[in-house]
Structures are given as C-alpha cells and as structure tokens.
C-alpha cells in the first residue's frame, strides 16, 4: 500500500506552521529521492528551527510515496513504548497530561504505542529511559506514513496533526519532560524498568519537589559523594554506564576519588582491580561531575543529611579543596598545560623602556611629544628606523642582519601616527630621507625599485591591515599586489646575500636587476579587528607572517599628555642619527647608491657577542627546540623557526644604538631583545588562536569564546550572553555553547537566585 502523504497533508502542515521533512518508504528515518533512488538524508536537522518552506513543499511532493516526519526542537515528542499493557500505557499518557498538559495531538502507529505531540520554547536534548522518551533536540518522529509493522497508516485518534497549528500544542520545559520520566518510571513495574542508567541528568537540580539539590559546579564533597554512592547500585551495569560514574566521581573530587571509585567498582562481581585502576587514570572530565552522582543517587531514593556539604563553595570554614591548585596557577609553566596548549615562550617579563643609547634618546622623544603617549608602538617603529640606518653596515657573528618587520597594533585614535612622523621628521633633519621609502607601495615592482635605488630603506604603512587584507586574497587580487608579500619574505632571508631580481620576458622592462644584500625594513600599523579578519590559518602557516613581529599595545588609549608645542628635535638626536648611518662598514657598505651589483664590495663590521650572550641565545634555541617539536606541523611552527632570528636581530640593534663605533652584544642587549620577542610571539599566537578563523562555525566559536573571556572570572549569565551574541540565533548559539563546554573551554554553572537559578558561563 502506497499514498502520497505529501500531497494529502503537506500543505496543511505548513499553514500550521510546522517543520517537517520527507522520509523513506516503509522506513522511520528521513530521506531524499535522488537519480530513481531513495538515500538517508544528511543534515536534515536544519529543518528543525523554522517551519517548511513553499519551495521545499513542491519538490517533496513530486517524491514517489514519501512519508512526512516532524523534526524536533520546537515541536517536542513524548513517546510511550508500551507494547503489550493498554491500562498502563493509557496511565502513563494520563500522567503525561497532568505534569505536561493535555495535547490534542496523539499518534498510534502500533497500539498500545502511542506519541504525545508538545512543542518547545526553549529546545533541549531528548531524554530516553526506555520503554519512555522525550524526543526533542536533534531528534524525529514520522507523523504520516505506513508503518513498517503493521502495513498500515500512522493514526491520529483525537484530532489529525494537520489539523492543528503549531500554537495549539501545549508548551513543555526540559524541567518538566525529566518530571514526566521520573514519575512515569516510578508507575512501571520492576521489570519493565531500564537497566541502563538514565542519560542526560541535569546539572541544575534534582526534579523531586520533596528534596532540591543545587549544585553550582563540577566538584563535591568527599563526604556527599560517597553517601550519595551507597545509594547507588554497582552489580550488573553495562560498561559505558559504570565508566560515566568513574568519570563523575573523578570530575566531583579528581584524584581524591580514587579509593571511592575502587571500592564502589568492588562491589560488583565483574569487577577487575586492573581494569579499574587503568580506567580511572584514563578518564578526563570536563563538563561531568558531582551533579551526576547526586542525581543518580536521588533517583534511588538518597535524601542526604542536611548537616552534609554537597558543594565545597558553600563550604565556609578551611580552605577551598582546590586552592593549592589556584596558588599555582598563576606560575604554570608551559609543559603544566599538556600537549594541546598554544606553544607559549617562557621567560623575563619586557620592559619596552629600559633601553639606552640612540634607542633610548628616539624613543624617550617619541613618547614625550605624543598627545597619547604608546611606548611599545614607539619602540618598534624606532627599531626598525635604527635597523634600516645601520643595514648592510653591522651584522653579527652569525651573519644577522638588522633588516626588521614590525607590526604595530592599536585601536583606531589610539596615537599609532605619531612615531611615523617623528621618523620622517627626524630623517629630513638628518639628512637621511633617502632610507625613507614611500607611503604607499603600489606594487611588487615598485617595491623591487624602490630598494634597488636604496638597498637599504624603511618603509612605513598606516592601514597595513588593509593591505595585508589584500596582498594575503591571492583568489581576488590582482599579481602586482599579492607579489608584494611575497617578495618581502624574498627580501627577509636574503639580507646577507643577493637577491636576484625576476627575469621578464617583455622588452620593455630594463631586465634583471639585482640587489646586493637588500636590508628593507618595514614598520605597518593596523587596528586589531583589520589585521585579524584579513588573516587565515594558511596565511600563518606559510611563513610570510612568522618574520614579522607582532606588537600589541597594552593601553589602546592612555591619558593625554597635553603636549601643544610644536616639535623640536634635540640636536644631539639627529646628530646621533646621522652617525649610525655613517659608522659599521667605514662607507664600503652603501655607496651612496651608484651601485648594488654583485661586484659591489660590501663587508659589514662583525659585532661581537659576550660570552654569557651565548649563552642567552644557546638556552632560546633549546627551548624553541622543544616547542617546534611539540607544535610540529602547525600553523606555530613557522613563527616559532623565526624566534631566534629576530632576537638577534634586536639585540644586535640595540648594541649598535648604544655605541656605534664599537658596539658589543651585551647580555642586557640579549635579555631585552629575547624578552621583546617572547611578546610579540606570545602575543601572536595567543590572539591568532583568538581570532583567526577559516570558516564561519569556527569565526562564531571564537566570538562566543571571545565574549565570555571579556567577561571575565566573574563570568557572564544566559541573559547577558544572549544580548552580546545576538548575532547568533538561538539554537546555534546554544550548541556553539555545548561545544565549549564539552571541550573544556567554558564552564557553566547554576548560582541561586531570589526567585530563580541563574545559569553562568566563564571561559577557564
């Protein structure tokens, strides 16, 4: 027997205001008619969050006898497995009516079976303690079809769901569909009981209205979980359900469990000592805990002594259980945090201003004569400035150039402009405006120009967010913006020999032009939110951006100087200036541009390293060994091969700014200049695992995750996380939640209100 049940009712169901989907033939899952065939449809959830559409309707019925399901979620199903007793299961849909409300929806597929039709304000998983369930989140039901048993339709004895409205269903809370389990459980006999424990126990309370256990987070008591463990009962559970109580009991107490867990293991015949001594080391709670057990235990009748502390924060007297561990944490080491933590650098702390020399003097007037003074802005822009002056003049022992790639990060009206034009300033006083390159660079081509003219050249770019956005799009982009990023990592590993220019094939251009140990530097300055949307994983990845550093102020608008006057450089300054760009190489290293050849004679002055320098850099090198190989084949690895290198590069930056006739790397030079490095790599990789996203799921996960991070320890509730994120619909701000919190990233908790629990979510 076969019927289009998409003509007959399809059109009914969405004036209703109904979800629904098509199913399979003689089936109970969803399907699609494709090329003469019926296949199982993927991804027919999303038909659960909104009624079905016109377009939709007048495809599925052109499908040769498909049924019609209900999706869950807003529509909510309570089914009654009760397959040879009418009188009990006619008093479970009884009780059904009385705690849920009387629906006028009832389906009969094989009686006594039946299913009670509810709708929902608020989407929940779906409860299941079989011979009873509540169908909802991520779950269906078929509401017309031919049953598979009995060969015949699906019944509607009291009204037709067609007939109905969404509006006409009684509304149930996830409270309420545990009440009913609970209760409806009680009424069956021992036997038909489930074995199995019942999953998906809320964390908020127990649903008796004769005892309420709040509990507010993962942990317990040892004292609450072993009384609430009496109750119960170890013998012939199945696997998986005595592997959630091991985990529930780990997550309540963590390793002070252990001994709980092996006892109440013990008590069941099928126990194995090994076996569990090997599971308990094994499990890793997140989200499961101290919740779960009294749930359980409530559920076989535990009714704990109101002397007992279920919950160690409302424990006032002694120390919180987990204070040792709070004391630690904030000196964790790397290692402390596994194998998946973000390969952070250990080590001093930066002070952007303990400097000396030409260094200090740029950067001391940097910040005086700024209306909003940004030391560490200031600090890499002066750098750079000082590395272009000396490049193809100092190198070090190791043949480290001083060509630098500085970003600088800082909300807009923060003062990013200011040290740009102090640099410019001061190189037209100097006489140096030819180490100035452009505002703007247009073009690969130009760039290759611009430092053929002047190998050595700084180039400062406002908006480099915006550029990188575009240099970094090689789909949308055209070639002559795109060579650009690619030609500056060229140029970066090609400061101590020569970079051969690109061969043309036109015979308009000049042929190739060659640039004998090029030292471009570059100081960009962006807003946070340009540089981060321009940036995915693969931009990372693909090493262009691990050369430069990443430099992020740490006070995006720090109070007015109320500086008015009008500059005036200190003589001493330019004149400092003028004789780095004078001093190294004695005047072989850059002839006053007449040629960049190869036949060029260029011999940098060698800086020495002190020993302990050595030293500094010799403990670096092991530890970003050792992070390489933890992190290897990431998107890290790339940043984490250039970190040696840019230290040396800074530190041989500040030696020469302290004596440029003779400069010496000394360990205070190493130290700053490792420290300087750990901050912008730190700062790096933090905020890329912050925000660079390759696809929209991944792009709302880390703005869910951003938000309650901004919340603080404090945390945020369910009312204020709606309102921030209400960019999200609700479902999928919800599991975007759920997901959080099942990787160990959120915590959610219930804290008790005047009238209400509240629940709160805080990013651990």
Not at 282 to 287: A, G, I, L, Q
Not at 451 to 468: K, N, R, S, V, Y
């Amino acid at each position: 027997m076969s019927e289009n049940f998409m003509t007959q009712y399809g059109d009914q169901l969405a004036a209703g205001g109904f979800p629904f989907l098509p199913i399979v033939p003689g089936e109970k899952f969803p399907g699609r008619f494709e090329r003469g065939n019926w296949l199982p449809y993927k991804g027919w959830t999303k038909h659960a969050a909104r009624a079905t559409t016109a377009h939709e309707l007048s495809i599925w019925k052109q499908w040769p006898d498909a049924g019609i399901g209900i999706p869950c979620g807003l529509v909510a199903g309570v089914d009654i497995d009760i397959a040879d007793d009418i009188d009990l299961a006619q008093r479970l849909q009884f009780l059904a009516f009385e705690l849920l409300g009387a629906t006028p929806a009832v389906r009969i597929g094989n009686a006594p079976k039946r299913m009670l039709v509810y709708r929902t304000d608020a989407p929940f998983k779906g409860i299941k303690a079989h011979p009873l369930e509540v169908l909802c989140q991520g779950q269906q039901f078929v509401a017309y079809a031919i049953h598979p048993g009995t060969g015949r339709p699906y019944e509607w004895p009291v009204r037709s769901l067609a007939d109905l409205t969404l509006a006409d269903l009684p509304v149930i809370t996830e409270e309420q569909a545990h009440a009913f389990i609970e209760q409806g459980l009680a009424l069956l006999p021992e036997g038909m009981r489930p074995v199995r424990l019942e999953r998906n126990p809320s964390a908020i309370s127990t649903r008796s209205s004769a005892l309420k256990i709040v509990v507010n987070t993962q942990e317990g008591t040892p004292e609450a979980i072993q009384d609430a463990l009496r109750h119960i009962v170890n013998a012939d559970l199945p696997y998986d359900d005595w592997v959630r109580v091991g985990m529930a009991i780990k997550g309540a107490l963590g390793e002070a469990g252990a001994g709980l867990f092996a006892d109440w293991s013990a008590s069941s015949a099928k126990n194995i000592p090994e076996t569990t001594d090997r599971s308990w080391a094994s499990f890793r709670p997140t989200v499961i805990g101290a919740g779960t057990i009294y749930h359980l235990a409530q559920r076989h009748g535990w009714k704990p002594d109101a002397t007992i502390v279920l919950n160690p924060a409302n424990q006032h007297p002694g120390p919180h259980p987990a204070a040792p561990l709070l004391q630690k944490m904030p000196r964790l080491s790397v290692a402390a945090l596994g194998e998946n933590a973000p390969p952070f650098l250990d080590g001093p702390e930066w002070n952007p201003t303990d400097l000396d020399g030409v260094l200090s003097q740029l950067v001391n007037y940097m910040v005086t004569t700024a209306t909003r003074p940004q030391p560490i802005l200031a600090v890499g822009n002066a750098l750079c400035a000082l590395g272009a002056l000396m490049g193809r003049r100092y190198r070090t022992e190791t043949d480290v150039r001083s060509n630098l790639y500085v970003v600088g990060i800082a909300d807009s009206g923060s003062g990013k402009n200011h040290s740009r034009e102090v640099i410019t300033d001061l190189l037209f006083r100097a006489g140096l405006k030819k180490f100035l390159g452009g505002n703007r660079i247009a073009s690969g081509s130009g760039l290759l120009r611009a430092i053929h003219d002047h190998p050595a050249i700084l180039f400062q770019q406002d908006e480099f967010g915006m550029f990188l956005q575009a240099a970094a799009d090689r789909k949308r982009s055209p070639k002559h913006i795109t060579d650009i990023l690619d030609l500056m990592t060229e140029l970066y590993s090609s400061s101590a020999t020569v970079f051969l220019g690109p061969e043309y094939a036109t015979p308009d251009k000049k042929g190739r032009q060659d640039i004998n140990q090029p030292c471009l530097c570059l100081y960009g300055t962006t807003t946070p939110a340009l540089f981060w949307s321009a940036l995915k994983s693969a931009n990372v990845a693909d090493g262009s951006l691990a050369r430069f550093l990443i430099l992020k102020t740490q006070d995006d608008y720090p109070e007015a100087s109320g500086v008015e006057s009008l500059r005036q450089p200190p003589e001493e300054l330019v004149a400092a200036l003028a004789a780095i760009a004078q001093n190294g190489s004695g005047g072989d290293g850059n002839l006053a541009n007449l040629t960049t050849g190869p036949e060029t004679a260029i011999n940098p002055q060698v800086v020495p390293m002190k020993p302990a320098v050595w030293e500094r850099f010799a403990a670096l090198n092991r530890q970003v060994t050792g992070l390489l190989r933890r992190s290897r084949g990431s998107q890290f690895s790339p940043i984490l091969a250039r970190v040696w290198e840019n230290a040396a590069k800074v530190a041989l930056i500040r030696a020469v700014s302290a004596d440029p006739a003779q400069p010496v790397i000394r360990e205070e030079d190493a130290v700053w200049a490792i420290a300087m490095v750990r901050y912008a790599v730190n700062t790096f990789i933090e905020d890329v695992e912050r925000f660079v996203a390759d696809n929209q799921t991944e792009q709302n996960h880390k703005r869910v995750l951003e938000v309650l991070r901004k919340a603080g320890r404090k945390g945020i509730t369910q009312g204020d996380v709606s309102q921030k994120l209400r960019f999200l619909e609700r479902r999928p701000r919800m599991e975007v939640l759920q997901t959080l919190i099942e990787s160990g990233q959120v915590i959610s908790e219930i804290r008790l209100g005047r009238t209400k629990p509240t629940t709160i979510y805080r990013a651990v």
